[in-house]
């Protein structure tokens, strides 16, 4: 088996990803001050809601507090992702922060579940509301959670880390439940509409299952060893195929194991007078310029060599 980076180079590109692609200083910076945030609305929240009577508050505040815990959770992967491999951990603990992001798309199905079946209960008798309390807490709430989704895109890699992506999709369905309160509360105003409590709450809780399901489908891909969404797995087969001297390519596997780190191993079979170590050099740096993946494993095998049937 020949694989495919050579010792400096590997330890180069790591250590380079490491604080930008999967886990890294920014990501754990951003998450922190949004925790803070998001602890103390909480609270406020939490009490305002319980002395104005509002439902959309009280869920906000019970979204908040799952925030407060996606985004401990998050900073504790990340923390574990650091942790270096060991023997019988050979990819270390990357994969904590996909299993970070799965519970955190779990955690947010069920507190969709919990508002839903409290609206249910009130659309018959909606309690009286303090809508102008109500509204001003949730400003506030509002307020505090672009704060936290800004330091998030500003300090930390939103798009291309699942786990951050996560804790991110939580405060922005806080937003969404902010705005819903206020909403709430201006029809409660203006109107007397107690019932645009319950209502607004179920339309924030549909909205938030939308990314919850994102998040999960994404992390299940990844925890299935699923090709990455941005390569194509037959190109890749007939990049390799287009190689002087490569007669055959089998046996291909692409999968992450973190947001920001894809692995590779294939086989190429070579014409018998082609020299390999010359194609494998090919090989490896056509991979990493067009498709981005540095985690190569390439076996060359010659027309002689005989293995039994790949299962997968």
């Known amino acids: 088996m020949s694989h495919s980076h050579r010792h400096d180079h590997h330890g180069h590109d790591h250590g380079h990803q490491h604080t930008h692609g999967f886990g890294g200083k920014n990501n754990a910076k951003g998450l922190i001050i949004a925790l803070v945030i998001t602890a103390s609305i909480m609270v406020l929240e939490f009490f305002g809601g319980l002395i104005t009577n509002s439902l959309a508050l009280l869920s906000d505040s019970g979204h908040m ?9 998050s900073l504790v ?33 069920i507190i969709a579940g919990f508002i839903c079946w409290e609206a249910y209960q009130r659309f018959t008798e909606p309690p009286t509301v303090s809508s102008g309390s109500m509204m001003l807490i949730a400003s506030i709430g509002l307020l ?3 704060l936290s989704a800004w330091s998030l895109t500003r300090k ?3 798009h291309s880390n699942i786990n951050v992506r996560s804790a991110y999709l939580h405060v922005i369905g806080d937003a ?3 705005v819903g309160a206020i909403v709430a509360g201006l029809l409660m105003w203006a109107f007397g509409w107690y019932i645009a409590d319950p209502i607004v709450s179920v339309f924030v809780a549909l909205l938030i299952l ?13 925890l299935m060893e699923g090709t990455p ?8 087969t007939q990049t390799l195929k287009n190689i002087d001297g490569v007669t055959n390519v089998h046996d291909l596997h692409i999968w992450t194991i973190t947001s920001g780190l894809d692995s590779l191993s294939c086989h190429l079979v070579i014409e018998d007078h082609v020299d390999s170590q010359q194609v494998l050099q090919q090989a490896i740096t056509l991979i990493e310029e067009k498709f981005k993946i540095q985690h190569t494993t390439i076996q060359v095998e010659q027309s002689h060599i005989a293995h039994a049937e790949f299962k997968v």
């Open 65 to 73: 507090l799952s925030d407060a815990g996606a985004l401990v959770l």
């Open 77 to 109: 992967a990340m923390w574990f992702a650091t942790r270096p491999a060991s023997p019988n951990k050979t990819y270390g603990f990357y994969r904590f922060e996909i299993l970070a992001a799965l519970f955190n798309g779990i955690s947010l199905f």
């Open 210 to 222: 939308k990314g919850a399901w994102n998040v999960i489908k994404t992390t299940i891909h990844v």
């Open 144 to 146: 505090a959670n672009l």
């Open 156 to 158: 930390s890699d939103i």
């Open 229 to 236: 969404a941005t390569i194509d797995q037959q190109q890749v």
């Open 176 to 178: 969404l439940g902010s």
